[in-house]
T-cell receptor, first 113, second 116 residues
Framework: KQEVTQIPAALSVPEGENLVLNCSFT??????LQWFRQDPGKGLTSLLL?????REQTSGRLNASLDKSSGRSTLYIAASQPGDSATYLC????????????FGKGTKLSVKP | ETGVTQTPRHLVMGMTNKKSLKCEQH?????MYWYKQSAKKPLELMFV???????ENNSVPSRFSPECPNSSHLFLHLHTLQPEDSALYLC???????????????FGEGSRLTVL
């Protein structure tokens, strides 16, 4: 069964810290992997998309890496800010049924001022 | 308007009501999706429309009925729902790359549904 796991479920850090969020997937034959941010009661905002042929993607203070062989992706957030507080979701697409992304349950991040 | 917009943002309905959720995308995408997000569960794909044709129905109960009149609009018609159907319903869109492979997904803000 294809599953996506995100650890930890919740994380609290002081402002300014660099942090890493983890995502692991059971089947390494992925097509792409996408990281999202979700604020309370809101929809998902796409942060980064990594294709299976890529090792990492960067956007501003965010860097996502992909290691297919080990079934892992990490989202690195540099110099965290209180505005980064949200739930971060990892989703894996295996290229099968269209739109059938397998989502993790997310990591809830709290950045304290 | 930009991105993906959903209305209404909040909906409370009784089990015998009929209501509809609406989604509109302004990204020029050719595929649209309905996802369900329940408390403490991962997002679940409900319906997929590609080029206005339904591609996938992930064993969703018939009390949920999708409609896609064109590539920019998607509806979810609700009828005789159950309290366990209370959830956040999210619409998304993407550009189908011609091989049925999904590109980057863009989501709306969601419609929070409460069934009494």
């Amino acid at each position: 069964k294809q599953e996506v796991t995100q650890i930890p479920a919740a994380l609290s850090v002081p402002e300014g810290e660099n942090l890493v969020l983890n995502c692991s997937f059971t089947d390494s034959a992925i097509y792409n992997l996408q990281w999202f941010r979700q604020d309370p009661g809101k929809g998902l905002t796409s942060l980064l998309l990594i294709q299976s042929s890529q090792r990492e993607q960067t956007s501003g203070r965010l860097n996502a890496s992909l290691d297919k062989s080990s079934g892992r992706s990490t989202l690195y957030i540099a110099a965290s800010q209180p505005g980064d507080s949200a739930t971060y979701l990892c989703a894996v697409y295996y290229g099968g049924s269209q739109g059938n992304l397998i989502f993790g349950k997310g990591t809830k991040l709290s950045v304290k001022p | 308007e930009t991105g993906v917009t959903q209305t209404p943002r909040h909906l409370v309905m009784g089990m015998t009501n009929k209501k509809s959720l609406k989604c509109e995308q302004h990204l020029g995408h050719n595929a649209m999706y309905w996802y369900k997000q329940s408390a403490k569960k991962p997002l679940e794909l409900m319906f997929v429309y590609s080029l206005e044709e339904r591609v996938e129905n992930n064993s969703v109960p018939s009390r949920f009925s999708p409609e896609c009149p064109n590539s920019s609009h998607l509806f979810l018609h609700l009828h005789t729902l159950q309290p366990e159907d209370s959830a956040l319903y999210l619409c998304a869109s993407s550009q189908d790359r011609g091989t049925g492979r999904t590109g980057e997904l863009f989501f709306g803000e969601g419609s929070r549904l409460t069934v009494l």
